[in-house]
Structure formats: C-alpha cells, structure tokens
C-alpha cells in the first residue's frame, strides 16, 4: 500500500477537485478533469511515465489482476473507496507524440454530497431542443442541411454502404464537422485499423484486433465496455459486425447518445435488417417488432451512401423510427 499512497497523494488534489466528475490521465503531465458540461486541463510535472505505470500495476496487483499486453484492460477501484478506476493499456492505443505511450486512466470521483429527489426535477428543456430538431431535421429535404442538423444533435448515427462506397471516408468528414460544432468535446474511437482521423485534443484512440488468434485477451465487446467508463461525449466504432452489434445496441438503448458507426448493407432498411440478423445470431430470440424497436430506440438515423454509376453519393438519411 506505501507505494500506492505517495501517488494517490499526487493525485489528492484532484480527487478532491470541486466539482469534478471524473478525471482522464491519458498523456503525460497532464490530468484532464470533468466538470459534468466541461472540461479542465491541469498540468502537472509529477504525472510522469513512473506515476503511469507504477499507479497501473500497483492497483493491478492489490485487485489481483494483471495489466500488459495480453490483458489491457483494467476494471478496479482504488482500495477502501468508492472511487471506480478504469485502464487501458497503451499496447491497443493508437500512440501520437502527445499520449506517448501512457496508459489511459479513468477515475469516476463518487457524488460528494446527498441530493434530493427534487434535486433531478427540472423542465426538460433539453429534451424539447431535440424533439424540435428532430421536426426540422424530418422537415429539411437537403441533404447536407439534414446532416448538419442531425450531427447539432445528440444522436447515434450509422453510415451504410457497401464495400468501398465511401463509409470511412464519410465518418471523417462527420468528425471534422464536430471537431467545428465543438472542438473541446471528448472523442474515443475503436478501430481494427487506424482509419478515422480525429482532431479533438480530448481524445483516446484504440485498436482491437477482429481476429481470435491474437494473444491479447479482449474482445471488441470488452472494449466497447470499457470505453464506455472514459466518458466519452462521441464513441465512435469503425464498423458494425455481428459480434459487437448487440453491445453497440444495449449501449444505444441504455441512454447514450453520441455513438457514431459505419455498417456495410446497400440501403438504410437492409442496415436496419443486418443489425436484426445480428442481434438474433446472437440468441435475441424476441418478435421482429419488437427487435425492430429495440434497434430504432438504440440507432436514430441512417446515412446511406452508394455508388451511383461510379460516383459516390449519399442516397438516403432516414430517421429509423419510420422503419418499425
Ligand atoms: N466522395 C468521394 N469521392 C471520391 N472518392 C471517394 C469518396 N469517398 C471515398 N472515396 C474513396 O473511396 C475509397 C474507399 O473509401 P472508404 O471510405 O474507405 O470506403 P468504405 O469505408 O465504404 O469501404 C477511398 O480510396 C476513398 O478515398
Ligand atoms: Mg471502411
């Protein structure tokens, strides 16, 4: 425990940070700390490489677990508190001169103090804006217009095309419209190569391999799981497989919003479809309406994009609430 003490003695302050949320370690020197709406970066020359690594293994070892290459992901807490930590090893990070070869470390700080129920009364102002954005976007028959407005929104977005029609490329061209709309929100990514190009500082980046045969004991469901706990503000997966398609709607359905994917299916209702077979290969065995449903509460909107007669193009982008 002595070791463990001199760096939760660094990081007190921040731990008792007022307001603080949660807090990101993810470069060196630098503790980035959530204050529910925003964020605040600190600098700090005792985050070095050795509170890194050290921080990592010594809670590795205290919860019994391992942290390196082969098991990258760590789920624990620090010892006798309710302070929830959350790692990632920088073996499945994509590694950019600013992160470094640091782990990503995710402290989630415990409510400090009691709230009422009144507390969590408020006019849902929020949920009016979307409602009213939705009419528009349901409204703008431009497809660039719909688009802008939709990515205004807090939605979760599939692009769908088939092999090579532009998918990828598109998702890009979403990310810098963000990077624009809101340059200080928190964007994590999942590839199984490195493909999206993200120009958020607040960032974390990593790679999963598709295949089993790696060594390396995660699975893109694992790690789904696991970003979910760095707060981010947009996730974003490379593509929709039949493995990871129900963890991608359970997190849909369980409330987040800002998930951005890419599937591979010739028009938004035979994406719909795929994610459907999908969740059924993986023994939903409900009625068709009712996976209908599930998926169109998870996923808000299709964008479908094809070659057409050798040029790519955007064919549709459907609200997929007019697929149940
Ligand atoms: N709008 C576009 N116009 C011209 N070429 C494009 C366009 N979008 C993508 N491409 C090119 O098409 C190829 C495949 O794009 P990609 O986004 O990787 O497709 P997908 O992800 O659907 O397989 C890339 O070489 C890319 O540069
Ligand atoms: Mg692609």
Redesign the pocket.
């Known amino acids: 425990m002595k070791i463990l003490d001199t760096h939760l003695e660094k990081i007190k302050k921040y731990l008792n940070h007022k307001g603080a949320e949660e807090l990101i370690f993810n470069q060196l020197f630098e503790v980035k700390v959530s204050l529910g709406n925003e964020w605040s970066y600190i600098k700090d020359k005792k985050l070095d490489k050795i509170f890194y690594n050290s921080f990592c293994n010594q809670l590795a070892t205290l919860s019994g677990q391992q942290f390196d290459n082969f098991r990258p992901i760590l789920a624990t807490s620090i010892p006798f508190t309710k302070f929830r930590v959350q790692a990632m090893h920088p073996s499945i990070k994509v590694i950019n001169s600013k992160n470094e070869e640091v782990p990503t470390i995710s402290i989630r700080i415990p409510a400090k103090q009691k709230y009422k129920i009144t507390d969590f009364i408020h006019e849902n102002t929020h949920i009016k804006a979307q409602q009213t954005l939705q009419e528009q976007i349901a409204n703008e028959s431009d497809f660039t217009k719909k688009i802008h407005l939709i990515l205004k929104g807090d939605f979760n977005i599939l692009?769908s095309?088939?092999?090579?029609?532009?998918?990828?490329?598109?998702?890009?061209a979403f990310l810098e419209e963000l990077y624009h709309k809101n340059p200080s929100k928190r964007v994590i990514t999942i590839e199984d190569a490195k493909?999206l190009n993200v120009l958020h500082e607040n960032k974390d980046e990593f790679l999963v391999s598709r295949t089993n045969t790696s060594a390396v004991k995660v699975n893109y469901i694992d790690m789904i799981n696991s970003c979910m706990r760095l707060r981010p503000d947009f996730i974003l997966l490379g593509?929709v497989s039949v493995e990871n398609s129900s963890t991608l709607l359970r997190i849909g359905n369980s409330g987040h919003k800002g998930m951005i994917s890419?599937i591979?299916a010739d028009t938004a209702r035979d994406a719909l479809d795929a994610l459907a077979i999908n969740l059924r290969l993986h023994g939903f065995n409900s009625s068709d309406g009712a996976i209908r449903q599930y998926i169109s509460t998870a996923i808000d909107y299709v964008v479908q994009?094809n070659k057409v007669q050798g040029?790519?193009?955007i064919t549709e982008v459907a609200n997929t609430k007019e697929f149940i």
Do not use: P
């Open positions: 692009i095309g088939g092999t090579s029609s532009g998918k990828t490329t598109l998702l890009n493909e593509e890419t591979h994009v040029i790519r193009r």
